[in-house]
């Protein structure tokens, strides 16, 4: 079980927006500590696509962004397209851990 | 530029011990501005912090695994290391070297990963 929790899937046509949540607690994302979110396409490793909460990696596209509030954070894809067919995860810090920790992944589907 | 690459045998055995290498070229794992460590993921499931390595030495570790695991360093190769001991298919995942900032607002950087199966 995750520590983040995240929807397992949402969906969307393309042009949509849609949002992916991710939920923490009072030690990580609650406690202040940042949120990144990476896009995993099949068989490669996670890539950075929004980190600090909200900034964009140069290259990322400015249909993704971020946002943060209280325990929690969310991905917006606006403009959907459907190369963004792919798992997002969120990370923070957990500081009863000292590590890092995960939402357990949201598949986007393009409908 | 940074990269990280993991290496070790792709199949263990049940009950044996499981042993990776992060090969780091483009940079320093002695440097006080980074951690080293592990994350796991099992086939077709989420994302796993093992644990990390700071320049000092000092390690950290997932609570969960804590008991069998163990990361250490080799300054000289610009390496470090990941065991896992008494392993199951359980264990099964492709394995992850990183590169955490000690400033926690950057991400994690990422090697490309080492799918270990555990197996007879």
């Known amino acids: 079980q995750s520590v983040l929790t995240q929807p397992p899937s949402v969906s969307g046509a393309p042009g949509q927006r849609v949002t992916i949540s991710c939920t923490g607690s009072s030690s990580d994302i609650g406690a202040g500590y940042h949120v990144h979110w990476y896009q995993q396409l099949p068989g490669t490793a996670p890539k950075v696509i929004i980190y600090?909460?909200?900034i964009r990696p140069s290259g990322v596209p400015d249909r993704f962004s971020g946002s943060k509030s209280g325990t929690s954070a969310s991905l917006a894809i606006t403009g959907l397209q459907v190369e963004d067919e792919a798992d997002y995860y969120c990370q923070s810090h957990d500081n009863s851990l000292s590590g890092s920790v995960f939402g357990g992944g949201t598949k986007v589907t393009v409908l | 530029q940074l990269q990280l690459q993991e290496s070790g045998p792709g199949l263990v055995e049940p009950s044996e011990t499981l042993s990776l290498t992060c090969t780091v070229s483009?940079?320093?794992?002695?440097?006080?501005?980074?951690?080293w460590g592990w994350i796991r993921q099992p086939p077709g499931k989420g994302l796993e912090w093992l644990g990390y390595?700071?320049?000092?030495?000092?390690?950290y570790y997932n609570p969960s695994l804590k008991s069998r695991v163990t990361i250490s360093a080799d300054t000289s190769q610009s390496q470090f290391s990941l065991k896992l001991t008494s392993v199951t298919a359980a264990d099964t995942a492709v394995y992850y070297c990183?590169?955490?900032?000690?400033?926690?607002?950057?991400?994690?950087?990422w090697g490309q990963g080492s799918l270990v199966t555990v197996s007879s």
């Open positions: 990183a590169r955490r900032p000690y400033d926690i607002r950057m991400p994690l950087t």
């Open positions: 600090a909460n909200s």
């Open positions: 483009g940079g320093s794992i002695t440097t006080h501005t980074f951690y």
């Open positions: 390595i700071y320049y000092n030495g000092n390690t």
